[in-house]
Nanobody
Framework: VQLVESGGGLVQPGGSLKLSCAAS????????MRWYRQAPGQERELVAS????????YYADSVRDRCTITRDNAKNSVFLRMINLKPEDTAIYYC?????????WGQGTQVTVSS
């Protein structure tokens, strides 16, 4: 199983980013996919999740009106679109796949929100 994130970077407050995660090594279309983030000195937290068909989604309260999680099962990819970014969104963002008893993570992509 491999998860590869991309799309992070430095953005000004109020800006937007779209993170991507390319998955391989498992039947992507069968599983929920999740985005987590971890800020310095803080625990990793769930940001958003999307069910296998892409219809059912969940968002943390802190990002609910500013993030959209989508997936493309034909391309084995999951995305996180973030708008109106705030300094407190600064973190490493990780793609996650929970395949039954096994949890898989990407290497993460850094998002820094600063003027």
């Amino acid at each position: 199983v491999q998860l590869v994130e991309s799309g992070g970077g430095l953005v000004q407050p109020g800006g937007s980013l779209k993170l991507s995660c390319a998955a391989s090594g498992f039947t992507f279309s069968r599983y929920y996919m999740r985005w987590y983030r971890q800020a310095p000195g803080q625990e990793r937290e769930l940001v958003a999740s999307v069910a296998s068909a892409g219809v059912i989604t969940y968002y943390a309260d802190s990002v609910r009106d500013r993030c959209t999680i989508t997936r493309d099962n034909a391309k084995n990819s999951v995305f996180l679109r973030m708008i109106n970014l705030k300094p407190e969104d600064t973190a490493i963002y990780y793609c996650n796949a929970n395949l039954g008893p096994y949890d898989y993570w990407g290497q993460g992509t850094q998002v820094t929100v600063s003027s």
